[in-house]
């Protein structure tokens, strides 16, 4: 029964990455025992950041990636982001760096959260996921949230 429970929760894991040939893939032991060693491995926080843990003049030692939609990166987005949809960030893999620290954001952190996923287990250890996406980024005050969030309370 255990083993049924995994399984079933290893396909909808990969059917969410949009690895649709599921049933070929989940018999691959190399692809388990990665996705295991990533689970043993990974911080509680999956490597989440804050917005007010960067400090405005950090945002340049990031490649930021929007990992939304055209449309969405095309109203607004993070200054210096570059637009990868996070259903290609596997198959566009060569446009992110091994060497330098690579900040992930969506909307709200779900999608680039799965994209994340999807590059440590390929064996990129630099990869952040945004906390909140682009909507918390921009309520707690965008490449100022660190300075708002470390300013004096006003009474």
């Not at 929760?9 to 692809?31: E, F, N, R, T, Y």
């Not at 917005?51 to 200054?79: G, L, M, S």
């Amino acid at each position: 029964m255990k083993h049924i429970s995994l399984h079933r929760s290893l396909m909808a894991g990969l059917l969410a990455l949009g690895l649709h040939a599921a049933p070929a893939v989940a018999q691959d032991k190399a692809v388990m025992e990665a996705m295991a060693s990533y689970l043993d491995f990974v911080d509680y926080g999956g490597a989440t950041i804050f917005p007010e843990q960067i400090p405005r003049d950090d945002w340049n030692k990031f490649v930021v990636i929007d990992a939304r939609d055209a449309d969405q990166f095309t109203k607004e987005h993070i200054p210096n982001a570059i637009h990868l949809e996070w259903r290609r960030v596997l198959a566009e893999s060569e446009r992110i760096p091994k060497d330098k620290p690579v900040l992930l954001y969506c909307n709200t952190g779900s999608l680039s959260a799965q994209a994340g996923f999807a590059l440590r287990v390929a064996g990129y250890e630099n990869v952040r996921i945004l906390q909140g996406g682009f909507a918390e980024w921009k309520a707690k005050g965008g490449l100022d949230a660190a300075s708002k969030a470390a300013a004096p309370v006003k009474h």
